[in-house]
């Protein structure tokens, strides 16, 4: 996607280009479908998931409403044990002070594990502009950072490839060799990696809870990558929304087995890691400094909604994309945003503005997928529906859809007029003949890919009325 | 639907005032101008005993979302009598008059789509297949991923036709498979974009409104 384009715009060119992409599509909805089964299956193990997801919901919910609590005592904590925590508004913000850590330590080197929340800041392309070194180090990230894209899923951030595309990439990048086999091809990028983690100076991670009663980060991950990445550089920086808070280490009990088996079906993610500060006067490995870097980022702005706020439980587990039927069918790229899916689609209006953004709570069928799936409840497909009422009542629809609207309006409270609008549609059904189906017709948008019925000769009042 | 509701001994009044219940206008976030048609509707129905709705969307629409509408009205409490009366025709039959059995007749292979207001916001997902169950000649078969969306969705239709005809191409590979002759659902909406996708299609399953399969003797 281009800078310059129009949000708007691009996802509709995107989405066209996606939904007239059968092969694509086909893949999606067979990979998608995978999760969506093994998940099902781990979901059963549960004693009672919904009483799982109920509990989940309100430990997030407890640290979302105490927020200001709990991020004091969670920064207290990792301070006193030698962490330096940054407060930051905004990306702005928030890159400047990576910046200037990576800049004292005269690093040449970055390491990074995955972290949605530095692509919502775009730091690989300042680190990249400053001259730095930045490499990814989750499989799937390390894959779209080759082919110089952005993650597709933030989960499964090279779910779109097949095993040949990914083939094809390492031998133009890497000089790899010939393989279509997954495990050869994930050593060839383990044996790239492996280097890189022995020379890089600085390794950045994110961070999947932050617990205030511990002051630990909790990082969630299959590959052993974060632990590599925050254990083996003098200096691991962690970014984390400020949502990420959670109250308590035992919350993690149930957080962390509802993310796995939402997020992957698995029940529990293979490494889970909780770190609280920089390497111990008693400890013999570990970081040297650690920092962790808090962001806004206008979180506070859906904070002070008291009707979407529950968007800041999310877990950022996917399950809301796995599901969503216009994920499937268009892909993540097409959303043009740092987080895709229905998730994204409610939040990044409230983060990156109503008006630009207002198209992804339109471009759904509120169908509720996403909202029946969602692990920590958020009532994710009647928040697009409060998006659509905010944009509407600031007058974003436009003047034809609220003359539209209007005049719906005024027909539907007139019986009279009512039947008059139903006969005139008849005639002008007919009337319209000669354009049927052409691009002046004013049902193309229907017509282009479907047919309509005629009206039927009888309306059900002249039906009823002829019955008695 | 009027034809089986008498069939069973039940009168049935049609209130010939009545238009929409406004959901195109609360779906596209006009939230003031659904709720005057709303109030026209609030008007036209306030005397009805019980209100038979063949649509999961419209019931869904008056049972759900009016008393958001009305939240903080002086109409809020008729609003939540009245949502209180409103029923999806499938879940009138089964749930509140008792009734699998209709004494219906079709011969086939039908596939059953649920429509995503019924399901998700109201909870209907057995009272149409058991229905059916017992409609004499006609075998149910699950298609894969019935209870995934048609790609409707109101205006969204309009606004975004690429993705949703992709839907409904995928909900017609999911029909095609299970080798029905009819897909049925309990929706007119659903079963507009459906019909309109299969036909442009032509494909041979025919779509069917379960008011209409519960009619057939």
New interface residues.
């Given amino acids: 996607m281009s800078q310059s384009t129009n949000p708007t715009t691009q996802f509709?060119t995107d989405?066209?280009r996606v939904?007239?992409d059968d092969d694509r599509?086909s893949f999606l909805?067979s990979s998608l479908r995978g999760y969506q089964t093994t998940r099902t299956a781990t979901q059963e193990r549960f004693l009672n998931y919904e009483s799982a997801r109920i509990a989940a919901g309100d430990a997030k919910w407890e640290a979302i409403e105490n927020l200001d609590t709990y991020l004091a005592q969670f920064a207290d904590k990792l301070e006193a044990r030698g962490a330096t925590v940054h407060w930051c508004n905004d990306s702005e913000e928030a890159r400047s002070a990576i910046l200037e850590i990576i800049k004292k330590h005269d690093a040449q080197s970055v390491i990074k594990s995955k972290c949605m929340t530095t692509e919502e800041i775009h730091l690989n392309d300042l680190l990249e502009k400053e001259g730095f070194e930045v490499v990814e180090s989750d499989l799937g990230e390390f894959i779209v950072q080759l082919r110089e894209e952005a993650p597709y899923h933030f989960v499964f951030p090279a779910m779109h490839l097949k095993k040949e595309e990914i083939n094809t990439l390492f031998q133009e990048k890497l000089k790899s060799i010939n393989t279509n086999d997954p495990e050869e091809l994930t050593m060839v990028a383990r044996e790239v990696l492996r280097q890189k983690y022995l020379s890089a100076d600085i390794g950045i991670s994110g961070a999947n809870f932050g617990v205030a009663e511990t002051g630990m980060i909790s990082i969630t991950e299959n590959e052993g990558n974060a632990r590599l990445t925050t254990s083996l550089p003098k200096v691991h920086i962690s970014l984390m929304g400020i949502e990420k808070i959670i109250p308590r280490l035992e919350d993690l009990a149930l957080l962390l087995p509802m993310l796995a088996t939402a997020g992957t079906g698995q029940h529990l993610t293979c490494y889970n890691s909780q770190l609280g500060g920089p390497r111990q006067e008693d400890e013999s490995d570990g970081p040297v400094e650690m920092h962790v870097v808090l962001l806004d980022n206008h979180r506070t702005r859906l904070l002070a909604d008291p009707e979407q706020r529950d968007a800041l439980r999310c877990i950022r587990c996917g399950a809301c994309l796995n599901v969503c039927?216009?994920f499937?069918?268009?892909g993540g790229h097409t959303y043009g945003t740092t987080y895709q899916g229905p998730i994204g689609s409610v939040i990044t209006p409230h983060l990156r503005g109503l008006k630009d953004w207002k198209h992804l709570s339109?471009?759904?069928?509120?169908?509720?997928?996403c909202?029946?799936t969602c692990p920590v409840k958020i009532d994710l497909h009647h928040h697009l529906?409060r998006?659509?009422?905010?944009?509407?009542?600031k007058g974003q629809?436009g003047i034809g859809?609220?003359i539209l609207?209007?005049g719906?309006?005024i027909?539907?409270?007139r019986?009279w007029l009512?039947r008059l609008a139903g006969g005139l549609g008849k005639l002008g059904h007919v009337l319209t003949k000669p354009i049927h189906g052409t691009r002046i017709d004013p049902f193309y948008?229907?017509k282009?890919?479907?047919?309509?019925?005629d009206p039927a000769k009888q309306s059900?009042?002249q039906y009823?009325k002829s019955r008695k | 639907m009027v034809n089986v509701l008498e069939r069973l001994g039940h009168e049935v009044d049609?209130p010939?005032?009545?238009?929409?219940c406004?959901q195109?206008?609360?779906?596209?976030?006009?939230?003031p101008?659904a709720k005057?048609?709303a109030?026209?509707f609030l008007n036209t129905f306030a005397d009805a005993d019980l209100i038979a709705v063949p649509s999961g969307s419209c019931t869904a629409m008056i049972r759900k979302f009016y008393p958001e509408l009305y939240q903080d009205s002086p109409q809020s409490q008729v609003v939540s009598e009245l949502s209180g009366r409103v029923f999806e025709f499938t879940e009138l039959l089964v749930n509140h008059l008792g009734v699998t059995d209709v004494g219906a007749k079709l011969e086939g292979t039908a596939t059953y789509h649920d429509g995503?207001h019924g399901l998700?916001?109201l909870g209907i997902q057995d009272a149409p297949r058991k229905l059916l169950e017992n409609v004499k000649g006609l075998s149910l078969v699950e298609m894969d991923e019935a209870?995934?969306?048609c790609?409707?969705?109101?205006?969204?239709?309009?606004?975004?036709?690429?993705?949703?005809?992709?839907?409904?191409q995928?909900k017609l590979g999911s029909a095609a498979q299970t080798e029905a002759d009819y897909l049925i659902s309990g929706d007119p909406s659903c079963l507009?974009?459906i019909?309109?996708?299969f036909?442009?299609q032509n494909s041979s399953i025919q779509c069917l409104h379960i008011a209409e399969v519960l009619d057939q003797q």
């Fill in positions: 509709q989405a066209n939904t007239a599509r909805r039927p216009i499937k069918n268009v339109h471009s759904s069928s509120l169908c509720g997928a909202s029946e529906l998006n659509r009422r905010d944009a509407a009542g629809g859809e609220k609207m209007v719906f309006t027909v539907m409270r019986p009512y948008a229907w282009k890919t479907r047919d309509l019925d059900f009042k009823w | 049609y010939e005032g009545q238009t929409c406004g195109p206008a609360f779906n596209s976030g006009y939230f101008e005057k048609v109030d026209h995503c998700r916001e209870q995934s969306c790609g409707f969705g109101g205006t969204f239709a309009i606004k975004f036709p690429q993705i949703s005809t992709a839907m409904t995928v507009m974009q019909g309109g996708y036909s442009r």
